[in-house]
């Protein structure tokens, strides 16, 4: 399992659970697609038009956002998973048909990927490490935060990238605990100074 800080949208905030999410991360991670392909479509949309999540965002605020970026993507042709894969951003079983799917590269998907930019949501400007000069130290208090609280995960390179969940451990926390932990965490860990 490989997680990318805010990857996948909003899920590295609150999800732990999810496999081969990436971003904000990630994407995490920036929050970006899962393939770079569509992320390296030039934009002439305006940043300031996209959503801004906040560290403090709540799983509501940040669903929203995300249905509003799925619902774009949905409505300009891009492929969407048919309920038997994962939502990107959620990290649960999508049975709705309203999840993209982030791995196709079709002229029709990229499209609708340019398309819908202004409403692809911004994460907080902390784990950006172009805005937050100290990203690095405090992606180390971060998961020296995690392991600290029972999470069983390292850091993959890059890093700062995101993290993996360690080989043949079993999670001695509920999927609820870690989801806490890693938000907690999170607050704690990243500031802008």
């Known amino acids: 399992m490989r ?3 805010f990857a996948g949208a909003a899920l590295a905030v609150l999800t732990l659970a999810a496999c081969g999410a990436q971003a904000q991360a ?13 992320t390296s479509t030039p934009s002439t949309s305006d940043d300031s038009k996209r959503p801004q999540l906040r560290m403090d965002s709540s799983q509501a605020e940040v669903d929203a956002a995300w249905r509003g970026y799925d619902a774009c993507l949905k409505d300009h042709g891009h492929v969407m998973l048919r309920g038997d894969g994962t939502d990107q951003h959620a990290g649960v079983a999508d049975t709705s048909g309203n999840s993209p799917d982030m791995n196709d ?8 990927v340019k398309e819908c930019t202004d409403k692809l949501p911004l994460q907080p400007p902390e784990l950006d ?20 609280h029972g999470v069983a995960v390292h850091a993959i390179e890059p ?9 043949g451990v079993t999670q001695r926390l509920t999927e609820a605990q870690q989801q806490k ?13």
């Open 129 to 148: 490490q172009s805005k937050n000069p100290h990203y690095l130290d405090q992606y180390h208090v971060y998961m020296t935060c995690l392991t600290s």
């Open 181 to 193: 932990v890693d938000h907690d965490c999170q607050l704690a860990s990243f500031k802008l100074n």
């Open 159 to 167: 890093f700062g990238s995101g993290w993996t969940y360690d080989d």
């Open 3 to 5: 997680f990318t800080l």
């Open 26 to 38: 990630p994407q995490v991670a920036s929050l970006t697609t899962a393939n770079g392909t569509a």
């Open 105 to 112: 590269n079709s002229p029709k998907s990229l499209a609708a």
